[in-house]
């Protein structure tokens, strides 16, 4: 399976109104930031925040973190003039939000210069339906859960298991691997001074088998990094299912045993990438952001 080898634990929120918040952001430990003109910004600040957000993408400062443009729904009166300026302002990848099918995508895409990359909110149920066309689409490297506006229009409780979501948070991650290299990012915790919470949906997304979490405060940006980076004793466990296979494999054996597990090239393709992950945020955090 084809994996970024760009970190995305922490993929932080920033209202596109908020100077300030943009400002902090070039200093946080955040592995992409997701500068945003929908939902986090009200209607008459739109046309500011356009222009607040062209102007911080063209000072720059945000290093090696992803640099993620959420506009409006190119339905709404401002998704077209979010495209219009700032199509070209040096952001990594466009999301784009309440997307039913891909023929959402196709709209987008035909605004955009070719090799722009589009990301996808997964937030409506039709797009849960969809979610392999979606992710397969030739222009889509990343998925997105909005789990808020997913509960919202399921009606659902909000459960700290979040049991009414699984089936939509694992066809995301489902729609995200059969496409291969699409990334797929969690929906954001909403007590975001509630560290305790927070920690455990990381956790959960994680082996549910996302790259990271959307967040919404700076709070909460060292919890996803730890919880998304492979601990030590898991990459411990994945170079002795390598060295342990390769000895195998030259005693012309096809399986190796470790820790009274069975270890099969299968374990080694996942071990592999569990070490290039590791190496990709050692070296994010090496050389600073
Ligand atoms: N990104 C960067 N910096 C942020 C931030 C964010 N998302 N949220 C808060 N900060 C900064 C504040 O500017 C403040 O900086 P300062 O102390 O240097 O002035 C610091 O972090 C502490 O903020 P705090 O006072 O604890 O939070 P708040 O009450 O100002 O804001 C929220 C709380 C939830 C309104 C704010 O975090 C926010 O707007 N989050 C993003 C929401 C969003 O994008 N939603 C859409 C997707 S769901
Ligand atoms: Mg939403």
């Not at 995305?8 to 300030?20: A, D, H, K, M, T």
């Not at 925040?49 to 339905?75: F, H, M, P, Q, S």
């Not at 849960?128 to 789990?147: N, S």
């Not at 459960?159 to 990012?185: C, E, F, H, K, S």
Request: charge should be negative; glycine fraction near 8%.
């Amino acid at each position: 399976m084809e994996m970024t080898t760009q970190p995305f634990r922490s993929v932080l929120y920033i209202p596109g109104s908020n100077q300030r918040a943009l400002e902090k952001a070039r200093g946080l430990a955040a592995d992409a930031i997701l500068f945003d003109l929908e939902d986090a910004v009200a209607p008459e600040a739109k046309a500011e925040a356009r222009e607040t957000l062209a102007r911080a993408l063209a000072d720059g400062g945000y290093g090696r973190r992803t640099k993620v443009l959420r506009i409006n729904a190119l339905t709404t009166p401002w998704g077209n003039d979010d495209v219009r300026v700032l199509r070209g302002a040096g952001a990594d990848a466009i999301l784009l939000p309440k997307v039913n099918s891909p023929t959402d995508v196709d709209a987008l895409a035909d605004l955009l210069p070719s090799e722009m990359p589009v990301w996808v909110m997964m937030e409506t149920p039709a797009s849960i339906f969809e979610a392999r066309a979606i992710a397969a689409h030739g222009r889509v490297t990343g998925l997105v859960a909005g789990t808020n506006d997913l509960a919202k229009d399921l009606g659902c409780r909000a459960r700290p298991d979040r049991l009414p979501l699984m089936g939509a948070l694992q066809t995301i991650v489902l729609a995200a691997r059969a496409a291969r290299g699409v990334v797929a990012i969690d929906g954001v915790y909403n007590r975001f001074r509630d560290e305790e919470g927070l920690r455990a949906e990381c956790a959960q997304g994680r082996d549910l088998g996302f790259e990271g979490k959307t967040l919404i405060h700076p709070a909460q940006i060292d919890i996803a990094n730890a919880a998304f980076a492979p601990a030590p004793e898991e990459i411990e466990l994945a170079r002795r299912h390598i060295a342990a296979f390769e000895e195998s494999q030259a005693a012309g054996q096809g399986v190796a045993v470790v820790d009274g597990q069975i270890v099969e090239n299968l374990h080694v393709v996942a071990a592999r990438r569990i070490l290039a992950r590791a190496d990709a945020i050692a070296g994010m955090e090496a050389q600073g952001r």
